[in-house]
């Protein structure tokens, strides 16, 4: 029997990301996947701030953006050709990650960057061609079986605990018998995936054209592929298409002279969320605990999402900072997020796939009227942060954990990359760092913590805040001082000195490690 201390099932890119954590982290993982090798095939192709600096985390950030392409605008358009503008969204902007706030890619280089990484820390022992058969758990850890698909041979591997990233049919979801609660059903929707054979530029791009005749959208897949989809009618046969259907669809744009058709999926958007994401030992992330409508291009981020959340929490059990309970809280954080995320993408869908023209023309005429005036749009879903784990009844609880640039001895740059990663206590104000007490500071230096005073340039601090970020964040808060989680929420925060003490005493509470005063 080989032992580790998490076992891994799936390899994608929410597997990856969490076996990359925990081997950083110094822990053993075995990771397993069904398939050959890497997937090969692009699914996802959006990502937001906050995953670009997850991946600057594990390293992947540098690589990654070599080939991805930052999102400048996003247009809704009434036909793909001579449509008129129905709405439009600056994304050029700067998210409160601290980078572009929407990327579009290639999802084989994201594969490929975490990969390297995965590689890189010596402590992740990656079996393709490999399928979990049987496990059961006890009080101390997983038991599980796995086959070699080429040669048949099983293996018995031991661990701490199981993460599965094993997709939308889950064998460990199944296995486990954990119930999938099903949610809104839309149409199919066909998914074209070409590599350019030359440079490319339309009218327009990168956005949706609403046409009830037929609704679809195209994109950049990062500098060298592209994207296009199709919603078809509920009458339109997924087994009547073939790769010249294929061509005729892209005729308006493209030839075989433009492009290399890669693939050609249809599949129908479905929601789902599992009643647990836990079952003792073993955790659900990405797809096995939740799918969504494609829209918001969030799918794949809120998996990566999940294996930050776990990841942090089994390494601070492993290196037996934090109790075992801390885990408890990994579902109450992320099923509200994710849930969320599931409403949002389908309110912002389904003004997309009107096929019925009346409707159609119903939706156009209210979106001319919002660009007029803007306050006439009805509010989306925003997804909540996630709470399980914070302060009880802090306002900041939940709340994005900014990050600007800073400057300091060690250069200029991301509040990350010159401060440290994990958990962090952020002030603006000298006199709350001061108020830390030994008890404090030695709370904080168990589970790694970075001490982090920053204020305005000149102001003889340790980090200077270049461009304002920190000062305009924490007058919005009306906060003195927080503590940041390393998946990038605020735990909590301190309103005065006297407050910084209790707000320590709270973490370690939460985390099961108690600190004397």
Request: charged share 25%; aromatic share 10%; net charge negative.
């Amino acid at each position: 029997m080989d032992n580790c201390d998490v076992i891994v099932v799936g390899y994608g890119p929410v597997g990856q990301m969490a076996s990359a954590l925990l081997g950083q982290a110094g822990h053993t993982v075995v990771s397993v996947e069904r398939h050959a090798q890497m997937y090969g095939l692009s699914r996802a192709g959006h990502i937001d701030d906050e995953i670009m600096r997850l991946l600057d985390r594990v390293g992947a950030g540098e690589e990654f953006r070599e080939d991805a392409v930052e999102w400048e605008l996003y247009d809704m358009r009434s036909k793909a050709f001579g449509g008129e503008l129905l709405m439009s969204m600056d994304w050029s902007v700067i998210g409160p990650h601290g980078y572009r706030s929407h990327w579009i890619f290639y999802q084989n280089n994201l594969e490929l960057a975490l990969n390297r990484q995965v590689e890189a820390t010596g402590n992740v022992e990656v079996n393709f061609s490999t399928e979990l058969i049987r496990f059961d758990q006890d009080a101390d850890g997983v038991t599980a079986v796995v086959r070699q698909r080429e040669t048949g041979e099983e293996r018995t591997v031991r661990a701490r605990y199981m993460l599965a990233a094993d997709g939308a049919n889950s064998f460990v979801r199944e296995t486990l018998g954990i119930r999938t609660i099903a949610g809104h059903v839309g149409p199919n929707q066909l998914v074209i995936d070409t590599l350019q054979k030359r440079p490319l530029q339309f009218a327009f791009d990168n956005g949706q054209f609403a046409d009830p005749e037929a609704p679809g959208c195209l994109f950049q897949l990062g500098k060298n592929h592209r994207r296009w989809e199709f919603t078809l009618r509920e009458d339109e046969d997924p087994a009547d298409y073939t790769i010249d259907t294929v061509w005729e669809r892209l005729k308006p744009w493209v030839g075989p002279e433009d492009v290399e058709v890669l693939r050609w999926p249809i599949y129908r958007f479905r929601e789902s969320m599992t009643e647990h994401w836990r079952r003792d030992r073993i955790f659900l992330i990405g797809d096995a605990a939740h799918t969504l409508w494609p829209f918001a291009g969030e799918g794949m981020c809120n998996g990566l999402r999940d294996a930050a959340a776990i990841t942090w929490r089994i390494d601070l059990v492993l290196r037996g900072i934090a109790s075992e309970d801390v885990l408890d809280s990994y579902q109450d954080d992320r099923k509200p997020n994710m849930q969320g995320w599931i409403d949002y993408s389908r309110e912002i869908g389904l003004p997309c796939i009107v096929m019925d023209k009346e409707a159609a023309a119903e939706r156009d005429r209210f979106l001319f009227a919002v660009q007029q005036d803007p306050s006439i749009m009805p509010p989306v879903t925003v997804p909540p942060g996630p709470t399980a784990f914070s302060r009880p009844g802090d306002p900041a609880a939940g709340l994005v954990a900014v990050q600007g640039r800073v400057r300091s001895q060690a250069g200029e740059g991301l509040l990350d990359d010159i401060a440290g990663r994990g958990f962090q206590f952020i002030t603006a104000r000298p006199e709350l760092a001061d108020a830390l007490s030994e008890s404090d500071r030695a709370a904080l230096d168990s589970i790694g913590a970075s001490v982090i005073v920053i204020g305005a340039p000149g102001s003889g601090v340790p980090y200077e805040d270049v461009d304002g970020t920190y000062g305009d964040w924490f007058d919005a808060l009306g906060r003195g001082a927080v503590i940041a989680r390393p998946d990038y929420y605020l735990f909590g925060s301190a309103a005065d000195a006297a407050d910084v003490h209790d707000l320590v005493d709270a973490l370690t509470s939460a985390l099961g490690v108690r600190v004397a005063a």
